[in-house]
C-alpha cells in the first residue's frame, strides 16, 4: 500500500471564515417495508466533512500553494486545524502573542525567524477509556470550560461534546459522539482546537485563484482520511 504524506496546515495560516464541520454516518436508504416503515442501512464507517472558506492574502497564498504542492493534489493527506470559535477559541486563552508568533523557548527567545512553536491548547484524559467508549473525563488544568457541541480530538481523531458534567474543581465527565476510534490512555493529551487528517475531494479544490488586489477566498472540501 501506497505510504501518503501528512501535511501539516499551521493554524495562523488557515483561520476559515465560514465553518461547517459535520459528521457523516454514511447513511443510505433502503426504502421503506409493506407497512411504510422506512429502513435505513449504514454499510460504512461514519467520517467528518468539511467545506471551511478561507481568506488568503499576498504572502498566504504562497504559503497555501507551497502546501498544495506538497500534497500532490488528492494523493497527500492534510493536518487540519478545525477552527471552532463558537466553542473554543485558543485566542482568549493564550498569552499576548502567542496566537501570532508562537509560543516562546524554554529560554524566551524564539525561532530565527522571529516564530515560536505552534500554540496548540490542551486537556489530559482523567482515567482510561477503551475504543468504543462513548463517556470520558477530563481535567481542564482550569483554563478551560467544556461545552456541548464542542469538537475535541485525540491523535488527530476528533469527537464532539454532546454533554459536558463537572464532577469536581477541573475534573469533567463529557459524553461524546463519534464513540473513541482509538483507546484513550490515562494522562493523554486531548486537543482543544481539534485536528483531524483529512483527503481533499479533488484534485482542484483550494486553488488560490487572485487578481490584482492579492488576495484569494478559497473552499477546500475535506473528508476525513480513515485507512490509518
Known amino acids: 500500500m501506497m505510504e501518503r504524506r501528512i501535511i501539516t496546515i499551521p493554524p495562523g495560516l488557515f483561520a476559515p471564515t465560514q465553518f461547517d464541520w459535520d459528521i457523516d454516518w454514511r447513511a443510505q436508504s433502503a426504502g ?5 416503515v422506512t429502513r435505513t442501512v449504514f454499510n460504512a464507517f461514519p467520517r467528518w466533512i468539511g467545506s471551511p472558506s478561507v481568506v488568503l492574502v499576498h504572502s498566504q497564498i504562497a504559503a497555501w500553494r507551497a ?3 506538497q500534497a500532490q493534489g488528492a494523493v497527500g493527506v492534510y493536518r487540519v486545524p478545525m477552527s ?3 466553542t473554543y477559541s485558543p485566542r482568549g486563552a493564550a498569552p499576548e502573542g502567542w496566537i501570532d508568533d508562537g509560543v516562546p523557548l524554554a529560554n524566551g527567545q524564539r525561532l530565527a525567524t522571529g516564530e515560536g512553536t505552534s500554540y496548540e491548547p490542551f486537556v489530559r484524559a482523567k ?3 477503551a475504543a468504543g467508549a462513548e463517556v470520558i473525563r477530563i481535567d481542564t488544568g482550569g483554563q478551560s470550560v467544556p461545552v456541548p457541541g464542542q469538537i475535541m480530538s485525540h491523535d488527530d481523531w476528533p469527537f464532539v461534546l454532546t454533554s459536558a458534567t ?3 474543581g ?6 461524546v459522539q463519534m464513540p473513541l476510534r482509538r483507546a484513550l490512555p490515562l494522562g493523554a493529551r486531548i486537543d482543544l482546537r481539534a485536528r483531524g487528517l483529512f483527503e481533499i475531494a479533488s484534485d482542484g479544490t483550494g486553488n ?17 482520511w480513515l485507512n490509518r
Do not use: H, K
Open 67 to 69: 502546501i498544495r504542492a
Open 32 to 36: 421503506e417495508t409493506g407497512d411504510g
Open 127 to 129: 482515567r482510561a477509556e
Open 208 to 224: 488560490p485563484a487572485y487578481g490584482a488586489s492579492r488576495v484569494s477566498s478559497i473552499t477546500v472540501e475535506f473528508r476525513e
Open 166 to 168: 463537572r464532577l469536581s
Open 170 to 175: 477541573t475534573i469533567y465527565e463529557c459524553q
Open 84 to 86: 471552532d470559535p463558537i
